[in-house]
């Protein structure tokens, strides 16, 4: 152990499954209770782009505009607020059930978006979730490529779903390990759901390129 680890009793671990998470479940039962998602809006961020073009540009504002920004600001600042106190509940929560997580990332693979990598990434309590693109198991030089592109697109290849998995990295304190598995285990696809196939998927839990990403 390094002193790091003795002085703060940090641990690590890795939750690994082949089978892929029902989508509502995932959300429902772990990144809801315990985390916020914060994404940006575009309209949002248009509309602060054309303020600070008429500010560099030398437009003066209106009062009606000013006013404008002056209430703005007052809801960002109630927002942000509202925002802290939602995360220390969710924090007291998140302590209470899974110790005191400090880091938490890795991929992902969701019923919903079977062909395409999840990746999530949560510091504090807020959780980011994206995608990078494609597992590699959908990568033409996966198959017709050099050896060595070969051999490193199908070093995580396990069956039929090629690299597709869950593989997330929990850092923290005095983290509860079993809790964490049996949650996230309790959230995978159940045998009868395994065996729908894809397309059954696609037709109970919608799909990211058919039904558009809020399915």
């Known amino acids: 152990k390094t002193r790091h680890n003795e002085n703060y009793q940090i641990s690590s671990f890795v939750y690994k499954s082949r089978r892929p998470f029902n989508p509502t479940k995932f959300h429902v039962e772990f990144v809801d209770p315990f985390f916020l998602i914060i994404e940006e809006e575009e309209e949002d961020d248009e509309e602060d782009e054309e303020e600070t073009d008429k ?14 920004n002056e209430d703005k600001e007052s809801e960002n600042t109630v927002d942000l607020e509202k ?13 209470k059930a899974l110790g005191t997580l400090l880091r938490m990332k890795g991929f ?17 309590n807020v959780a980011r979730i994206e995608s990078p693109g494609s597992w590699n198991c ?26 597709r998995r869950q593989e997330l990295v929990f850092i923290g304190q005095g983290l509860k390990h079993e809790e964490i598995q049996q949650l996230l285990d309790s959230c995978l696809l159940d045998d009868d759901e395994m065996k729908m196939g894809v397309d059954g998927w696609k037709a109970v839990f919608g799909d990211v390129f058919l039904n558009g990403e809020n399915e």
């Open 138 to 163: 959908l990568d033409k030089n996966a198959y017709t490529g050099t050896d060595a592109e070969k051999a490193k697109l199908q070093k995580n290849w396990d069956g039929e779903w090629g690299d």
């Open 55 to 68: 500010v560099e540009g030398g437009d003066e504002m209106t009062d009606a505009e000013e006013k404008n």
């Open 108 to 124: 992902m693979w969701h019923a919903s978006s079977h062909d395409l990598t999840g990746f999530i990434s949560i510091a504090g």
């Open 83 to 95: 925002l802290q106190e939602e995360g220390a509940k969710k924090m007291a929560i998140r302590d």
